[in-house]
């Protein structure tokens, strides 16, 4: 009798989610297969379960950044320092694989975040291509994906604490181009929200303001070092919004905005944030919610403002944002951002719990 282990599925637009048992999976040359300790429902989750993002070859197995802990490799396995992946070795990957650096946008532009060829486990990848997701009791680490083993004092659930918001802030921040004592504004209070703000201070910035909601999201972001938040439940004008961060800038606005709100809204009202000649960042956008309208005299040419996307996160940014949480954990404590965990069979509640904000970092253990 062969041994199986249990995946949860995503099979399409709204549908309940599934479980379902897969043959225990055996390592390909040059992979390894890992025991899942715990994986992240973020906001991706929720949009792949509404069928916001397109290209999806549903059914996937959900979960694009996991732990786990080293149960077979095939082959030798070398993390990018040249030492070898061994069994038993608590490891996280790079979700994204299959990066060419052969085309056009890999070579010319740089920008291998946009590759066409890329993909990503838990959102690009088919349950029907092998267990490819984290929300399952076996993860499959495919030849040629980048593991990464945890530093020394970071536990699962403290990676787990970061999750995906942890490179996708530390890029957003990179893409800011903080200098040491600007002021920041960052607009949303979501997990990128939250780690943007802590890479903000790391990189230097001296004061950093927190815009969103809900009230439990916005206290940790008091913990984590935000000078003031503001509530945009309690202030719903976003003149009012904008006007409170003049106040806090000498009526100026602030050097740096990031936006991780995910509501197009929030673009226009943080341009207004924004002091003439600062940066503004938009990494909250990762789903198409609709258009919003700028000024482009007012908000953009005669603010001389510099406007930069972010897309996804390079293999560069998990590497850094991991060293940085593993020198300031003790500072952060991203550990304290898990607000729930849950277990396979709850991945249905976790997806709406998420859905209704209510848990800043939701984990599934399985
Ligand atoms: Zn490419
Ligand atoms: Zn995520």
Redesign the pocket.
Known sequence: MTETVEAVLMTGLGRPLERRRFPSPRPRPGGAVLETIASEVCGTDVHLHHGRLSGVPYPIIPGHVSCGRVLETNGPLLDVEGRAIETGMLVTFFDVFG?????W???VAKA?TR????KVYGITTSAEDGLLGGWAERIEILPGVRVLPLPYGIEPLDFMGGGCGLPTGFHAVERAGIAMGDTVVIQGSGPVGLNAAIFAQLAGAARVFVVGAPQARLNAAKRLGAEDVLDIARVPEPGDRAKWVHERTAGRGVDVVIEASGNPSAVPEGLEMLRDAGHYVVVGQYTDAGDATVNPHRQINRKHATILGCWGFEFTHLYRALEMMARYNARFRWRDLVTREYRLEEAGQALEDMERLAVIKAVIRP
């Open positions: 990066t060419c650096g052969n085309c946008h890999c070579l291998a590759c066409p060829h890329r």
